[in-house]
Nanobody, 123 residues
Framework: VQLQASGGGLVQAGGSLSLSCAAS????????MGWFRQAPGKEREFVGR????????YYADSVKGRFTISRDSARNTISLQMNSLKPEDTAVYYC?????????????????WGQGTLVTVSS
């Protein structure tokens, strides 16, 4: 599975950004697609995930109500719509794919990773 993330950039607090992640290869083997982020000096943090087949979505509390994950089945892409952005959302955002049959918020449960895209929210 190959993942290509795009869409990061600089935005003011309160603004919006949308990230995309294009999946290719053996995508049918993926059970979950997730978004993670990593701020400088911090551990990689779970943002949210979507079930590849059942489309079940789960968000971290820190982004619930502000971020929305969706999937375009025809294009094999997932998106992360980020609204009401805060300076603390500043991080490199990664999309990832998990082959595990269970849902997890740990980055260790994800087997494939995109290259990351930087989101900077200015105050």
């Amino acid at each position: 599975v190959q993942l290509q993330a795009s869409g990061g950039g600089l935005v003011q607090a309160g603004g919006s950004l949308s990230l995309s992640c294009a999946a290719s290869g053996r995508t049918f083997s993926s059970r979950y697609m997730g978004w993670f982020r990593q701020a400088p000096g911090k551990e990689r943090e779970f943002v949210g995930r979507i079930g590849w087949s059942d489309m079940n979505i789960y968000y971290a509390d820190s982004v619930k109500g502000r971020f929305t994950i969706s999937r375009d089945s025809a294009r094999n892409t997932i998106s992360l719509q980020m609204n009401s952005l805060k300076p603390e959302d500043t991080a490199v955002y990664y999309c990832a794919a998990s082959l595990r049959p269970y849902s997890s918020v740990s980055y260790r449960a994800y087997d494939y990773w995109g290259q990351g895209t930087l989101v900077t929210v200015s105050s």
